[in-house]
């Protein structure tokens, strides 16, 4: 079953729509356009109900099928902010806000989910009831996590969720996904470092924070090499190094930032035990003190294999079984999906987004010509799940 054809018909629409966001990206729990753009659409295709407010900015749109015989309710989820970067791609809808854009592509995921919304409202052929969970923060605000608090799921009897983002790199007209970890969990590190501070022409009466940070660095490299089974995985990276005023002075403190991946909870717990032990060890081999504050932010990205089964056949029947790759290794980057999966069976699926610039860069653009076979699968997946 090939992309649907009202679906190739309205590509010029949703493009527009798409375009749009882009030009005026809003970040994390600040999406207040977008979430009103999101409702006000929803109301004009005619669905059932459109709730706002929910995790603080968060849009759901109702849609019901012809017959209610089925108890069956799924929900499909867009991301909708967009990143603190400098745009540099030189499009004609370029962001006009300074300092921010989608370089992620949320803007072609909210497009394609409210495609996805005009074509259910007028067809509803499918029995059963699919909410559509339009959601703000996902990049580093947890606004999955926040809809999940604010009751999303119970509230609006979702029995399972599905979820999907662009991949450069990935052809357009393909889909890759896999069942079990996608995508690594994210940690955030903090370590703050207390020394003595001193004359830089006088060491000898200091402790100094900076060799005793640059020491932990390298340390910490030992973690993913020395610790971790090679056959699992985990990175470690340091990214922020705070310390000093001026070049005479040798600091009293400084301050590490980081983030730390992982795709097993054994691996999860052994970096935090790792860094905790290189840190603060490190730290009394000098004559410092050093602390770290390890904040668990968000879990694996794990599909439920046969919901990964189901999806992965819903794209081939858009895309052709020969351009879905059902065994992607996973990723690690991190995605708050993850907290919707821990509550609900579920799947997440990449679509192609072609040869462009990689996700965060800002040069990125969503590839409009995915637009098509996103919207599609969104249908199918619909019709598939809740059949008339």
């Given at each position: 079953m090939p992309i649907v054809n009202r679906v190739a018909d309205m590509h010029d629409e949703i493009t527009a729509w798409r375009r749009d966001l882009h030009a005026h990206p809003e970040i994390q729990f600040d999406v207040h356009r977008t979430a009103g753009a999101v409702a006000d659409r929803l109301k004009a295709f005619g669905c059932d109900e459109v709730v706002t407010g929910i995790g603080r900015t968060g849009v759901v749109g109702v849609i019901?099928?012809?017959?209610?015989?089925?108890?069956?309710?799924?929900?499909?989820?867009?991301?909708?902010d967009a990143l603190p970067i400098t745009e540099q791609t030189g499009v004609a809808y370029a962001s006009t806000v300074p300092g921010k854009m989608h370089a992620c592509g949320h803007d072609g995921h909210t497009a394609m989910l409210l495609g996805a919304a005009k074509y259910l409202a007028e067809t509803r052929n499918f029995d059963g009831t699919v909410h559509l969970i339009f959601q703000p923060a996902e990049e580093g605000g947890g606004g999955g996590r926040e809809m999940g608090k604010a009751g999303l799921?119970?509230?609006?009897?979702?029995?399972?969720v599905y979820g999907m983002h662009n991949f450069p790199g990935i052809p357009v007209g393909s889909f890759a996904t896999r069942p079990g970890p996608l995508m690594a969990a994210a940690d955030r590190i903090l370590i703050e470092i207390e020394g003595r501070g001193a004359h830089a022409a006088m060491p000898h009466e200091g402790?100094?924070?900076?060799?005793?940070?640059?020491?932990?660095?390298?340390?910490i490299q030992s973690i993913v090499s020395r610790n971790v089974d090679p056959l699992?995985?985990?990175?470690?990276?340091?990214?922020?190094?705070?310390?000093?005023?001026?070049?005479?002075?040798?600091?009293?403190?400084?301050?590490?930032?980081?983030?730390?991946?992982?795709?097993?909870?054994?691996?999860?717990?052994?970096?935090?035990r790792r860094l905790r032990e290189i840190v603060e060890g490190t730290a009394r081999v000098y004559g410092a003190t050093a602390t770290l504050t390890y904040f668990r932010d968000y879990p694996v990205t794990k599909n439920h294999a046969e919901q990964t089964a189901f999806a992965a056949k819903v794209a081939g029947e858009i895309a052709g079984a020969e351009h879905v790759d059902l065994n992607v290794d996973p990723v690690m980057g991190a995605e708050d999906f993850s907290f919707m999966l821990e509550a609900r069976p579920g799947a997440f699926i990449f679509v192609g987004n072609g040869d462009s610039a990689g996700l965060h860069h800002p040069a990125y653009d969503f590839n409009d010509k995915a637009i098509p076979f996103g919207t599609s699968y969104w249908i199918r997946l619909v019709e598939s799940a809740l059949p008339a």
């Open positions: 019901r099928g012809r017959k209610t015989d089925s108890a069956k309710v799924i929900g499909l989820r867009a991301d909708m799921l119970d509230r609006f009897g979702v029995a399972e402790i100094d924070t900076l060799l005793v940070g640059a020491q932990i660095v390298n340390q699992g995985s985990a990175v470690v990276s340091i990214t922020q190094f705070n310390a000093g005023t001026t070049d005479n002075i040798i600091p009293q403190t400084a301050k590490l930032r980081g983030t730390a991946r992982s795709l097993s909870p054994e691996i999860r717990d052994l970096v935090e």
